[in-house]
């Protein structure tokens, strides 16, 4: 039941379920949602269960919800206008894995699971939703807050997909995003930008004590406080370890129509263990503001939706455009050839090449010519399924990147819905290319794959799998992820391969192609203008899915060009000239990817915290790409390093 990036439709304005804690995430995600022109049609608060003593709002300490304050979350309904549900957190965490998958711990092809889920907490937003969607048929995505914890992004992302609605996140990666304004202050300078009051109602960290409870954490002075413990003791800026946990109270004026108060008398600070303290609270009220002023909305103006483009990248385009008229520095004369079908006996062409790490089984086809192509993938996955059992001794949940080739893009959601297939609900597919190739496969042959077999074990793999929209990359919605890395041990050192989803020029935001570049030019010119607009964001998606993977170096490349004879020359030197500009050593100050922020930049305090005790990535999130230091001869210039680049 799994969308596709195909199936998605962002032109509509989505009817939005927004997940709340009570915290400053969630709302801020839901006022992003507002300005990128989607409607909140109801709240979703998960909370804890009656407890057994007077302890009315007892703090769960739940891996994955927020529950200090939760006997005050009934008034957001009020302050919003909006309706709310709430379902009670059953069950403990049962699945830690940062990844969550309902195949959890599953050994079989058929990705059926061999331990039950029920009791895990994370099943209880399902049926919190479902009670939602059964009174609202028309809602199509659930909204969270996830900025930089792959742990509870992921298990919303589980339980929206199983539901068919489009899983939002627009804070993801949010810290390390470009701003059109420099601030000092990161995230919590911009929700105090849009008059977001969100009030400390938990400290668990050192250097803050229960002097901050109740204070405004987009304050200035607080967050200059925070900041100062966070350097000193070490964790996030933003709480995204548990050190601290907020509720808001008040925001801009035409979204919340009214504010929570709470009186001194309404508030109890409870001390734990290890200089823990937290708010209980006796009561509370909503109070309605009494008339809507004219500037209301300016919020909208103040609200930061990160630069399409991150610096370095503007700066690529800015050198494409400057040298629209030269020959790429590679010294590239691309040649174009009319390729006729190939003429060969195309059954049992497949070819299996075995490595130290890996297995490249190439080019399976069906095994004899069909008039479905949804029937010649069915095929292939049987073909593929017997020749990883006989032959390399593995299954499809070690296939780590698959290349697929189409006759027509048309077969795309017949295919797609085939292969997904072999992996059932396994939360981390194999990256993937999918190319339609027109005449240039065999005769009667639809579909053609090629995958990568990794021979370690599972746990030697790191994986990114990210199918929430956000304005960090396309969302990879669907039976494939964005990366997957195998470990490779040479002589005691720790290396790994990764290997890269294709990327397409898309604006992560509203996954649709970016907009043509409209000028006074010629039809032509314009759309050469576009064609580099493209191939520069195609080359940041890849930059930043390389970055998350703590990736140092491009050792392969390969980029797809749609163009017809007059213009494929043009566009092919304008992909090289990309290429080469982007891989210049001046540039390697320029591409390091730190934010000029406070903010925490990449790194998943939750998982290294709470989870595993193993972040997804094994630097900051900060890794310099490409690495000149990674080379045993560092080049001069782009001319110098042509014939030795990827």
Not at 129 to 143: E, F, H, K, S
Not at 180 to 191: A, F, K, S, V, Y
Request: glycine fraction near 8%.
């Amino acid at each position: 039941n799994q969308q596709t990036n195909q199936q998605l439709d962002m032109n509509q304005n989505l009817k939005v379920i927004g997940l709340i804690s009570g915290g400053k995430d969630s709302f801020f995600s839901l006022l992003h949602c507002h300005a990128n022109g989607h409607r909140i049609i109801a709240l979703a608060n998960l909370c804890p269960p009656p407890p057994p003593t007077h302890n009315e709002d007892s703090d769960l300490n739940s891996f994955m919800y927020q529950t200090v304050g939760h006997t005050l979350i009934p008034l957001y309904a009020e302050i919003l206008a909006l309706p709310l549900y709430r379902e009670e957190i059953r069950g403990t965490a049962i699945n830690r894995a940062k990844e969550y998958s309902t195949a959890y711990q599953d050994d079989d092809e058929t990705g059926s699971s061999s331990t039950a889920l029920d009791h895990d907490e994370t099943e209880s937003m399902m049926t919190l939703l479902q009670r939602i969607v059964a009174d609202y048929p028309d809602a199509n995505a659930v909204c969270s807050g996830a900025i930089l914890s792959s742990y509870q992004r992921t298990r919303v992302e589980s339980v929206a997909l199983r539901m068919n609605l489009v899983p939002l996140a627009y804070l993801w990666q949010y810290p390390g995003l470009p701003t059109p304004i420099p601030r000092d202050g990161g995230l919590l300078e911009d929700m105090a930008a849009v008059g977001m009051d969100a009030r400390i109602v938990k400290v668990a960290s050192g250097g803050l004590d229960e002097d901050l409870l109740w204070e405004n954490v987009c304050a200035e002075a607080t967050r200059k406080e925070i900041a100062k413990a966070m350097k000193r003791f070490g964790g996030s800026v933003l709480g995204e370890g548990g050190e601290f946990e907020t509720l808001v109270v008040d925001g801009p004026a035409d979204f919340f129509e009214g504010a929570i108060e709470v009186g001194v008398e309404q508030r109890k600070i409870v001390r734990g263990g290890g200089g823990e303290a937290s708010l209980n609270f006796m009561g509370g009220t909503s109070v309605r503001r009494k008339r809507r002023r004219v500037d209301d909305t300016g919020w909208l103006e103040k609200l930061r939706i990160p630069n399409r483009l991150d610096e370095a990248f503007e700066a690529l385009l800015e050198t494409l455009d400057h040298e629209r008229n030269h020959t790429p520095a590679l010294g590239l004369r691309p040649s174009v050839e009319k390729t006729s079908s190939m003429q060969c006996d195309w059954v049992d062409r497949y070819h299996i090449c075995t490595g130290r790490w890996t297995t490249h089984i190439s080019n399976l086809s069906a095994s004899h010519v069909k008039d479905s192509t949804q029937a010649q993938m069915e095929d292939i996955n049987r073909i593929l399924r017997s020749l990883l059992e006989h032959e390399v001794h593995r299954s499809t949940a070690d296939i780590v990147f698959t290349t697929i080739l189409l006759r027509s893009i048309d077969d795309f959601q017949a295919v797609n819905q085939k292969y997904a297939e072999l992996f059932g609900t396994r939360p981390n597919p194999p990256a993937r290319v999918t190319v339609a190739c027109g005449n240039t496969l065999p005769p009667g042959v639809n579909v053609m794959v090629s995958v990568v077999v990794a021979l370690g074990p599972d746990v030697a793999r790191q994986h990114l799998h990210v199918q929430s929209i956000s304005y960090w990359a396309p969302a990879n919605i669907g039976p494939y992820s964005q990366a997957i890395s195998v470990r490779l041990e040479n002589d005691g050192d720790a290396l790994a391969v990764v290997y890269v989803a294709g990327q397409i020029p898309l604006v992560p935001s509203s996954m649709e192609i970016v907009p043509r570049m409209r000028s006074e030019e010629s039809q032509s010119e314009q759309d050469i203008a576009s064609f580099r607009l493209q191939t520069t964001l195609a080359l940041q998606h890849l930059w930043r899915v390389g970055k998350a993977m703590d990736v140092s170096w491009w050792v392969g490349a390969i980029a797809f060009v749609v163009a017809g004879e007059d213009d494929i020359k043009v566009k092919a030197s304008i992909a090289a000239l990309a290429w080469t500009k982007i891989h210049v050593p001046e540039r390697h100050g320029g591409l390091t990817g730190r934010s000029t922020q406070t903010d925490d930049t990449g790194f998943d305090v939750w998982n290294e915290r709470c989870i595993d005790g193993r972040s997804f990535m094994t630097g900051q999130g900060n890794a310099v790409l490409p690495d000149f230091s990674c080379l045993s001869i560092v080049p001069d210039n782009g001319a110098e390093i042509s014939n030795g680049y990827p």
